[in-house]
């Protein structure tokens, strides 16, 4: 419907909600890409990646490229590298920290101190 001459959903919200799709989107083939910890998406790592990685790579790669700030294969490229890079050093991070976890789990029961009050 329009209300006075405009249309009821802006394009502007249109193309916002069409970008964070297309950021998740890309999000989600990075972690296909470098590889999932678990059998589903982490749809918040997805969003996160893809947009971060669509803010740097994206954006980078298309001013290399000289497309300016329009939506062109090369800020989508750049997009795509710059959520894999983002999805491999978080998922490295994730790792690590769950390996120090277990570490200090096991020091603790070889200590005995996890007997004591």
């Known amino acids: ?10 394009v502007r919200v249109v193309l916002i909600l069409a970008i964070l799709g297309l950021g998740m989107g890309i999000g989600a083939l990075a ?3 470098v590889g999932k910890e678990g059998p589903r998406v982490d749809w918040t790592m997805a969003f996160i990646a893809g947009f971060a990685g669509s803010l740097v790579g994206g954006l980078l790669f298309s001013l290399i490229a000289g497309d300016g700030l329009s939506i062109r294969l090369s ?6 590298i710059g959520a894999i890079i983002i999805t491999a050093v978080w998922q490295w991070y994730s790792r690590r920290k769950k390996a ?6 096991r020091a603790v029961a070889r ?7």
Not at 1 to 10: E, F, V
Not at 100 to 105: G, K, T
Not at 111 to 117: E, F, K, L, T, V
């Open 75 to 80: 800020g989508i490229l750049g997009s795509l």
């Open 111 to 117: 200590s005995g101190r996890h007997h004591q009050p």
């Open 31 to 33: 972690q296909l890409i």
């Open 1 to 10: 419907m329009l209300q006075s001459g405009r249309p009821a959903i802006s």
């Open 100 to 105: 120090e976890a277990r570490a200090a789990e």
